[in-house]
């Protein structure tokens, strides 16, 4: 009877996360929008776009560092909560810029505005993350689709995000859309306070940076390879792809549109990775060979698409989006992978502190990429951002060569 009501509880705590990071990712993918298009009305440069995501993407290294440490230390519940106020903190301080500051001052509060949210979305994902973990228990199988369908599901919300931030500018208006966005957070706020047990997952927290660096090697190697998969998308991703889109005639709504319809996919593909790839009774020496293959076959397809690009074929632009819709299928997969394998690795004591440093890489990944993404574009336009993909994605094939296909403890 315990098992059950333990079981039935869990279920219930997994929903709840679910739906809150759902409401949270959905303004998340909003924001991005808003503000890409926003600023690219306003006549601002590629990079200069890429700049306005640097600190939203750098923030989120010691947010994530720092969330798992705090999730342990006083709850994952505490910490989702506060992921959300200061989600609701950074809209209102972006809608507080004037229209009549100098660009430089408009620069400037973006980019800080922007770090606030990028630390609200790194607390929010590590602590709904490490809730997964806690609330699927040990079994590989159950486990894997609880992680493959939140962490698709949330994808798939981004995209739907990605659409209602075209639409919310131009219904709303810049600062229109970030009031109502505030607000529905604001709900959903109220809603995690009076849900979720406040000490979920609170445990005895690493003593000093020893304990907490002392990870063990599979998610020390998964850290560094996600450093490089994400990369690998964004460097494309944040700038390069709806510059091209829109230099090649397509217009504001269609690149919302194709960013949309790209992320839901994505989302859809990671949520059914689990019958894409078999598992296994002891949850690693199927999955790990797994990620080796779909990452050597991804890191394919960017090199390709670099090559028909400087082979100046034509109508390049339904070229990429065809073959980014075959990466964006292969990335899923890999992205599912390795969001399993991080918490197959993590010890469940604290396996909030193991995931907020595997998505501390991944925010790293973020940045690098993001910057990458203007640099190159500017340098090469689309095709040179897909050649730093190629790059990266071998770096991170050849990291997951050396993931072990067994369980090694940690004593931290």
């Given at each position: 009877?315990?098992?059950?009501?333990?079981?039935?509880?869990?279920?219930?705590?997994?929903?709840?996360?679910?739906?809150?990071?759902?409401?949270?990712?959905?303004?998340?993918?909003?924001?991005?929008?808003?503000v890409?298009?926003?600023?690219?009305?306003?006549?601002?440069?590629?990079?200069?776009?890429?700049?306005?995501f640097?600190?939203?993407?750098?923030?989120g290294?010691?947010?994530?560092?720092?969330?798992?440490?705090?999730?342990?230390?006083?709850?994952?519940?505490?910490?989702?909560?506060?992921?959300?106020?200061?989600q609701?903190?950074?809209?209102?301080?972006?809608?507080?810029?004037?229209?009549?500051?100098?660009?430089?001052?408009?620069?400037?509060?973006?980019?800080?505005?922007?770090g606030?949210c990028?630390?609200?979305?790194d607390?929010?994902?590590?602590?709904?993350?490490?809730?997964?973990?806690?609330?699927?228990?040990?079994?590989?199988?159950?486990?894997?689709?609880?992680?493959?369908?939140?962490?698709?599901?949330?994808?798939?919300?981004?995209?739907?995000?990605?659409?209602?931030?075209?639409v919310?500018?131009?219904?709303?208006?810049?600062?229109?859309?970030?009031?109502?966005?505030?607000?529905?957070?604001?709900?959903?706020?109220?809603?995690?306070?009076?849900?979720?047990?406040?000490?979920?997952?609170?445990?005895?927290?690493?003593?000093?940076?020893?304990?907490?660096?002392?990870?063990?090697?599979?998610?020390?190697?998964?850290?560094?390879?996600?450093?490089?998969?994400?990369?690998?998308?964004?460097?494309w991703?944040?700038?390069?792809?709806?510059?091209?889109?829109?230099?090649?005639?397509?217009?504001f709504?269609?690149?919302g549109?194709?960013?949309?319809?790209w992320?839901?996919?994505?989302?859809v593909?990671?949520?059914?990775?689990?019958?894409?790839?078999?598992?296994?009774?002891?949850?690693?020496?199927?999955?790990?060979?797994?990620?080796?293959?779909?990452?050597?076959?991804?890191?394919?397809?960017?090199t390709?698409?670099?090559?028909?690009?400087?082979?100046?074929?034509?109508?390049?632009?339904?070229?990429?989006?065809?073959?980014?819709g075959?990466?964006?299928?292969?990335?899923?997969?890999?992205?599912?992978?390795?969001?399993?394998?991080?918490?197959?690795?993590?010890?469940s004591?604290?396996?909030?502190e193991?995931?907020?440093f595997?998505?501390?890489?991944?925010?790293?990944?973020?940045?690098?990429g993001?910057?990458?993404?203007?640099?190159?574009?500017g340098?090469?336009?689309?095709?040179?951002?897909?050649?730093g993909?190629?790059?990266?994605?071998?770096?991170?094939?050849?990291?997951?060569?050396?993931?072990?296909?067994?369980r090694?403890?940690?004593?931290?």
């Open positions: 009877m315990s098992t059950a009501v333990g079981s039935s509880a869990g279920t219930r705590n997994y929903a709840i996360v679910t739906a809150a990071y759902w409401g949270f990712t959905l303004t998340d993918g909003a924001l991005r929008m808003l890409l298009l926003h600023f690219f009305r306003l006549g601002y440069s590629p990079f200069t776009l890429a700049f306005l640097l600190l939203y993407e750098a923030a290294v010691g947010a994530n560092l720092i969330g798992g440490w705090l999730a342990v230390r006083f709850g994952i519940a505490r910490m989702l909560a506060v992921g959300l106020a200061t609701i903190a950074g809209f209102l301080m972006l809608s507080a810029m004037s229209p009549d500051w100098a660009a430089v001052t408009s620069v400037i509060w973006v980019v800080m505005a922007q606030v990028g630390v609200a979305k607390l929010t994902k590590t602590a709904s993350k490490s809730a997964i973990k806690l609330t699927a228990g040990e079994a590989s199988g159950q486990l894997f689709r609880w992680v493959a369908f939140f962490t698709g599901s949330k994808n798939a919300m981004k995209g739907v995000g990605f659409f209602l931030g075209g919310l500018l131009e219904v709303a208006g810049f600062r229109g859309a970030l009031w109502a966005m505030a607000g529905g957070l604001a709900v959903i706020l109220v809603a995690v306070l009076l849900s979720l047990p406040p000490l979920m997952g609170r445990a005895k927290p690493s003593r000093n940076a020893r304990e907490f660096l002392g990870k063990s090697r599979g998610v020390n190697l998964l850290a560094a390879a996600r450093v490089f998969l994400f990369g690998a998308r964004d460097v991703f944040v700038v390069g792809l709806p510059v091209f889109l829109y230099a090649s005639g397509w217009s709504p269609m690149v549109g194709f960013l949309a319809l992320t839901i996919g994505y989302g593909v990671q949520a059914a990775a689990p019958a894409v790839v078999r598992r296994s009774a002891d949850g690693l020496s199927t999955e790990v060979p797994a990620a080796r293959l779909w990452s050597l076959l991804l890191a394919l397809l960017p390709a698409l670099a090559a028909a690009l400087m082979a100046d074929v034509p109508r390049p632009d339904l070229v990429v989006v065809v073959g980014l075959l990466f964006g299928f292969v990335f899923a997969v890999n992205s599912s992978v390795h969001s399993y394998l991080v918490l197959a690795y993590a010890g004591e604290k396996a909030a193991d995931v907020g595997y998505y501390a890489a991944n925010a790293a990944g973020r940045f690098g993001t910057l990458l993404s203007g640099l190159l574009y340098m090469g336009g689309l095709a040179a951002c897909l050649a993909s190629a790059l990266m994605l071998l770096a991170c094939w050849a990291l997951t060569t050396a993931l072990p296909v067994v090694t403890t940690v004593v931290r």
